[in-house]
């Protein structure tokens, strides 16, 4: 599992005016939780969080340097949240959830699909139920995606959650819950399929 630094200052001063003029100087607004400890407020760099999040994948886990009176506290964080304007363009408040590295964690991975499935090849389609599954694991364990080879797959053929082997990892989802399966091609496009040889026949005799 990827770590990546990522540096925040303490903030003692919260509010949606205080929030704005955090925002025009370059800074992002932020809070910090976890289980049994304090919420923290803090903000991070506008430019810093463009920067390393820039190729990140999902479920990273940053080490926060958060500078205080006192010194630096450093500690392992997750992203919860990411709150955005209405265009979906600017970062608003940013969500951090201190993980213990011993205790684990629930978290969203995501599917990669691999190959073509001979059904496709065939003219079935891919019918795609899930994108992403529900895992526990310790954060240290946390798949960067789940990949299935899906090649060898014929039409009628599925692949469900309990298909899956991850070691260390639990699966959230019930074992029964279909990721995928290849459907024959549907009524609408046979018929369309038949139609094009007779709109060409009736042409050829006019």
């Known amino acids: 599992m990827e770590q990546v630094l990522i540096k925040a200052d303490k903030r003692n001063s919260t509010g949606k005016g205080v929030a704005r003029k955090f925002r025009a100087a370059g800074r992002i607004p932020a809070i910090l939780y976890g289980t049994n400890i304090e919420p923290v407020s803090i903000t991070i760099s506008a430019r810093d969080w463009e920067y390393v999040t820039r190729h990140m994948k999902r479920n990273v886990i940053f080490d926060m340097e958060i500078q205080e009176e006192t010194g630096v506290d450093k500690r392992p964080v997750m992203v919860k949240e990411v709150q955005r304007d209405g265009l979906g363009t600017k970062i608003m408040h940013i969500d951090f959830f201190q ?25 079935g389609i891919i019918d795609i139920h899930l994108r992403s599954i529900r895992v526990e694991c310790l954060p240290n364990q946390i798949p960067e995606e789940i990949s299935l080879d899906i090649s060898e797959l014929d039409i009628g053929d599925s692949i469900h959650v309990s298909d899956i082997s991850l070691p260390g990892v639990k699966l959230v989802e019930h074992g029964e819950i279909a990721i995928l399966s290849i459907i024959p091609p549907t009524v609408e496009e046979k018929r369309g399929a038949a139609e094009i040889p007779e709109a060409a026949a009736e042409e050829k005799v006019e």
């Open 99 to 123: 993980v213990s590295m011993e205790q684990t964690v629930e978290v969203e991975v995501s599917i990669h699909l691999k190959g073509k499935a001979k059904g496709e090849v065939l003219g």
